[in-house]
């Protein structure tokens, strides 16, 4: 019985030591915040209204040169109403497999990983990257086709990804 009081009583401590999924972020700055909060944490961010009408946003923050998880990212932050509905995060290709451990290790594992290559008539093949994690309606989707420069993680809720070139 003494052992059973024991163990319970180290529970809490035990599940603070467990690794918890971080909200989906970039340097602290989640879906929601506000144009203010961006400005605070990216001092170099430029903000202006979006040059094409959108459902999705109606206003971006663009900064080009920020470490996150030890990469040099380009970030832009979209926004509707002052509040971020969604951000994208472009980095180099060959930084793919150190900025998807950094991710695992503030976001956890993701729920989806894949590599897929693809065959094209008269083509080299196209070798494609794809990273899926998901905290409450939030999900981030990393990208990479491996022959590009480029990569990104596009962090959204809802059907953002459809609306924001969405032509009406």
């Given at each position: 019985m003494n052992n059973l009081l024991r163990k319970i009583a180290l529970t809490p401590f035990l599940l603070l030591?467990?690794?918890?999924?971080?909200?989906?972020?970039?340097?602290?700055i989640t879906l929601g915040a506000k144009e203010r909060d961006i400005k605070r944490q990216f001092p170099g961010v430029r903000c202006k209204a979006l040059?094409?009408?959108?459902?999705?946003?109606d206003r971006r923050c663009d900064d080009s040169r920020v470490s996150f998880?030890?990469?040099?990212?380009q970030v832009t932050f979209y926004l509707k109403k002052d509040a971020v509905?969604?951000?994208?995060?472009?980095?180099d290709t060959k930084e793919l497999e150190r900025?998807?451990?950094?991710?695992?290790?503030?976001?956890?594992?993701?729920?989806?990983?894949?590599?897929?290559?693809?065959?094209?008539?008269?083509?080299?093949?196209?070798?494609?990257?794809?990273?899926l994690w998901e905290h409450g309606k939030a999900r981030a989707v990393v990208?990479?086709?491996?022959?590009?420069?480029r990569?990104?993680?596009?962090?959204?809720?809802?059907?953002?990804?459809?609306?924001i070139y969405r032509v009406r």
């Open positions: 030591a467990l690794p918890a999924a971080a909200a989906l972020d970039v340097k602290d040059e094409w009408e959108s459902r999705a946003a998880g030890g990469v040099e990212v509905e969604a951000f994208d995060v472009r980095f900025f998807v451990s950094f991710l695992k290790s503030r976001y956890g594992k993701p729920l989806s990983e894949t590599r897929d290559t693809y065959e094209r008539k008269g083509k080299d093949a196209r070798q494609v990257y794809k990273a990208t990479a086709q491996l022959e590009k420069r990569a990104s993680m596009l962090v959204s809720r809802g059907d953002f990804e459809e609306e």
